[in-house]
């Protein structure tokens, strides 16, 4: 499940240094000058998950291979990309064909990094990039809606439905909404997302503090908080400098490190955490002597299509799932324990996997 979310701001924001310390790679040039960031940079991540090393000590496990999640590093974006301003058409494609988006906003003074407006502003700076992406979602709609309606006229239902959608979307952006506050019927959401809105996608407003505020925040972490909460999207504060100095340290040194600042664990891993829930992802998990492993699915999956995630053979031929909790399974000390303890389910083709279900399927090709 190759789901991708891209990391978007304003030059000199600390995009890249934030990939950087995601991917533990130098792989974006993070330099003091914008678009220095030319081709969008993608980096694979695993996503923490501490039930896994549990999960694998259990089951003797020789090998750990948790779930993933892609980041791409789009180059920075500045007011009048909409309309080809800075590397501004072939950015805003880049973000097109992510699955959600997390704002990156500076909240962080230093006079030795210059901002491409000339001061420190989040808000301000959350603004111009969605105001950007809010016209360039304008421009591609309203150049369809003539094809569109020639064709509905006709009689075409897909194109008719195509009509009321892109309708739906123009109505909240020309009152300066994003798309994604547009209400769309459940039966609709496959052909909205065909629509590849912009400002449809899923949004995580990053505050990229400087150490001092690493475990607190600040004043402006708290704005862009505020706005999240506003704007219906999740928030999370992290210093991108420390994050990238942390991700170059070894376990000993790195928990050290974490200690003097005060943090329980690195910002990195709420950030990614934060960036699967916002996909509606969930994890189920395999366990046993060759490996541990970490699936993802989307909340609300059932067997057989968590199945079809390790192969389509097993969605095609599901039979059953047999089924433990997490908590059964470690409390019971692994499949044994819980088969003997009557923990163990049998689950048909109906069943709604649950985060941190531990399966193994039936199947019949």
């Known amino acids: 499940m190759a789901l991708k979310v891209a990391i978007v701001g304003l030059p000199n924001v600390g995009k890249s240094t934030l990939f950087n310390a995601l991917t533990q790679t130098a792989s974006a040039q993070a330099a003091n000058y914008p678009f220095c960031t030319i081709e969008p940079n993608t980096g694979d991540v695993a996503v923490p998950e501490p039930r896994l090393d549990k999960l694998a000590e259990i089951a003797g496990s020789k090998e750990i291979i948790p779930a993933r999640i892609n980041f791409v590093d789009v180059a920075g974006l500045v007011r009048g990309a909409s309309k080809g301003e800075g590397l501004g058409n072939q950015f805003l494609a880049n973000i097109r064909d992510c699955d959600a988006v997390a704002f990156v906003a500076r909240c962080f003074e230093d ?29 591609s709609l309203e150049k369809r809606v003539v094809n569109l309606e020639k064709r509905a006229k006709a009689g075409d239902k897909e194109s008719a439905l195509t009509l009321k959608l892109v309708n739906l979307a123009l109505a909240e952006l020309k009152e300066g909404r994003p798309a994604r506050k547009a209400v769309v ?181």
């Open 111 to 139: 006079d030795d990094i210059t901002h491409v407006e000339g001061k420190v502003d989040p808000i301000a700076d959350l603004e111009t990039i969605e105001i950007e992406l809010m016209l360039a979602d304008l421009e």
């Open 185 to 365: 019927a459940a039966e609709d959401e496959k052909a909205w997302r065909m629509l590849q809105l912009l400002t449809s996608k899923p949004a995580l407003y990053v505050a990229n503090v400087d150490e001092a505020s690493a475990a607190e925040g600040n004043d402006m972490s708290r704005a862009v908080a505020e706005r999240a909460k506003r704007d219906g999207a999740d928030t999370v504060a992290i210093s991108a400098q420390i994050e990238s100095e942390i991700a170059m340290l070894d376990a000993g040194e790195r928990q050290e490190f974490l200690e003097t600042l005060g943090l329980a664990e690195p910002g990195l891993n709420k950030l990614i955490r934060e960036a699967y829930h916002l996909l509606g992802l969930q994890t189920y998990f395999t366990a046993g002597p060759k490996e541990a492993r970490a699936w993802t699915i989307h909340k609300g999956d059932t067997a057989p299509q968590a199945a079809g995630v390790i192969h389509t053979d097993f969605e095609k031929g599901f039979i059953r799932a047999e089924t433990i909790a997490y908590d059964d399974y470690v409390r019971l000390k692994g499949e044994a324990g819980a088969r003997d303890a009557g923990k163990l389910r049998q689950e048909g083709k109906e069943y709604v996997v649950r985060d941190g279900d531990v399966m193994n399927f039936r199947f019949n090709v």
